[in-house]
């Protein structure tokens, strides 16, 4: 194996076919590389040493990426606990789905949507189980998986998030996609579990609409609650962690929510609650300093 990440290497920092760079020691970036692979070094000691040799934040950066591409996919048991740190290039949107223009990683850590997409971009279940077009495609009938909740304990079912579309639709909440729901003529919940979207006519972006961060469902009570402070100390979604902490320039901190009652996506292989114990996103700019600093 390590064979061919020396191979790699070559490629990567001096070119092929190329002999090494003056002042670069090729053993010396071969050595570091075989000790980042074998858990010598950790990803933020490989950069300062990439660095103090004399590679560009470029060159290591690829060959950080051949390491992830070559690395073996043995399987493993999963493990729980730890703190995943992750830099991230802007500072950080309210997180409220109602009023922001912009939705960051946290969203998906701590609210989920109706629908969202696999791999291939085929919408697939998240809060709803299933859903059917109507032959004219005025409407859109979903059905909800029942028993769920928010992290405060609240109902989730279809009343709640007829509450968020309602709202998201509403003028007096100065949401900024609201024109986008104009083509919707009503939302009915007719029981807990059976969500139905009316339409003006065929609105065929429906459906990407709704899997986005911007219409994730939130606790409108709670929302109200809050009031303006929605989205800064606090939040109240279904996802599988809550908010701890969020701190405009500096950093967006989430724990586990140890009552997720677990996943109805497809492809998401855990089914029950989180491994890690939490997610922690630093506001770094610079691309150089988060490669140094995470």
């Known amino acids: 194996m390590l064979r061919s990440y020396k191979l790699s290497t070559q490629r990567f920092v001096f070119g092929e076919g190329r002999k090494m760079n003056s002042g670069i020691s090729q053993p010396a970036v071969h050595s570091l590389v075989a000790e980042y692979l074998e858990g010598g070094v950790s990803r933020r000691q490989f950069v300062k040493g990439a660095l103090a040799i004399g590679l560009g934040m470029t060159t290591i950066t690829g060959l950080l990426a051949a390491c992830a591409n070559n690395s073996t996919n043995q399987s493993a048991t ?31 850590a701590v609210y989920e949507s109706l629908v969202t997409n696999d791999a291939q971009g085929n919408y697939v279940p998240q809060i709803a189980s299933s859903w059917k077009v109507a032959s004219d495609g005025l409407s859109v009938t979903f059905k909800i998986r029942s028993g769920l909740k928010f992290q405060s304990g609240a109902v989730l079912d279809a009343a709640a998030i007829k509450a968020v579309y309602d709202g998201i639709g509403d003028p007096k909440n100065g949401s900024p996609l609201g024109s986008v729901w104009v083509p919707v003529a ?35 009570a709670f929302r109200a609650q809050l009031g303006d402070k929605y989205g800064q100390q606090g939040v109240d979604g279904s996802g599988p962690f809550k908010l701890t902490e969020w701190v405009p320039g500096s950093h967006t901190s989430v724990k586990r929510w140890d009552g997720y009652p677990g996943t109805g996506t497809p492809f998401i292989q855990n089914k029950g609650k989180p491994y890690l114990d939490g997610i922690n996103w630093l506001t770094i700019l610079d691309a150089p300093q988060r490669a140094i600093q995470i």
């Not at 009503?186 to 006519?201: C, G, N, Q, R, W």
């Not at 990407?208 to 219409?215: A, D, L, P, R, S």
């Open 78 to 108: 999963p493990k729980s606990g730890g703190t995943l740190k992750e830099g991230y290039d802007l500072d950080f949107s309210r997180l409220d789905p109602i009023n922001t223009n912009w939705y960051d990683p946290a969203f998906y």
């Open 186 to 220: 009503s939302t009915e919940a007719p029981d807990p579990t059976t969500l139905i979207i009316k339409l003006k006519h065929p609105y065929f972006d429906l459906f990407n609409i709704v899997k986005t961060g911007y219409w994730d469902i939130v606790n409108m």
